[in-house]
């Protein structure tokens, strides 16, 4: 896979959409836009980030989820259907992520999208997806917490949520374990290397 990676100390969370506009990764073969095997990567830099607004929603387990639950923690959410064919190619991939940094106290959330249930649990079996994902019913308050910054028709998306509740990056289009990993790694490390401030 290749992935072009721009928006590195982009000015706000907004301007990233211009470029992006309501497109969906899913079958899009247009010039700098997504497709089955390239995302396009955006990275917010830490004085503009925006935080994401809480939500709830069910589980596919049928358990309640709330994000402000994981306050505190990186999250990675991931917009995906079972109908998707780039969702197939990158589910390996989330899941080995998921996997390697678990321990690290990262927390992934699938944010499942005009699907069903029954289809949506098949596809978890399939790919040995471990983490939980939000069901397509409950899914429209998660993609709302985003705002702008998550054009709705974009599948697959994930957006990487930093430890004080703020985007820190948007990848539209399926995403290689290597560049997903980097992505956390280094917002990960912004805990610690005094870059990350609580948002005002």
């Given at each position: 896979?290749?992935?072009?990676?721009?928006?590195?100390?982009?000015?706000?969370?907004?301007?990233?959409?211009v470029a992006v506009g309501a497109?969906?990764?899913?079958?899009?073969?247009?010039?700098?836009?997504p497709?089955?095997?390239?995302?396009?990567?955006?990275?917010?830099?830490?004085?503009?980030?925006?935080?994401?607004e809480p939500f709830t929603g069910t589980l596919l387990d049928g358990k309640r989820f709330d994000s402000?639950?994981?306050a505190g923690k990186v999250v990675v959410y991931n917009v995906w259907g079972s109908w998707c064919a780039p969702c197939r190619s990158e589910a390996a991939n989330l899941e080995q992520v998921s996997q390697e940094t678990k321990e690290l106290g990262v927390q992934f959330v699938g944010v499942n999208v005009?699907?069903?249930?029954a289809a949506a649990r098949a596809f978890e079996d399939r790919y040995g997806i471990a983490y939980s994902s939000i069901s397509?019913?409950?899914?429209g308050k998660a993609l709302l917490a985003f705002g702008p910054a998550l054009p709705?028709?974009?599948?697959?998306?994930?957006?990487i949520v930093d430890a004080e509740g703020r985007l820190a990056v948007r990848i539209i289009g399926p995403v290689d374990a290597t560049t997903l990993g980097t992505l956390i790694s280094d917002t990960l490390a912004e805990a610690t290397?005094?870059?990350?401030?609580?948002?005002r």
């Open positions: 896979m290749t992935f072009s990676v721009s928006g590195r100390g982009i000015n706000a969370v907004g301007t990233i959409l497109l969906s990764a899913c079958g899009v073969n247009t010039g700098g836009s497709t089955a095997t390239r995302g396009v990567v955006d990275e917010v830099a830490v004085d503009d980030r925006i935080s994401v402000r639950d994981l005009r699907d069903n249930d397509t019913d409950t899914s709705p028709s974009a599948v697959p998306s994930t957006m290397d005094g870059t990350a401030e609580p948002a």
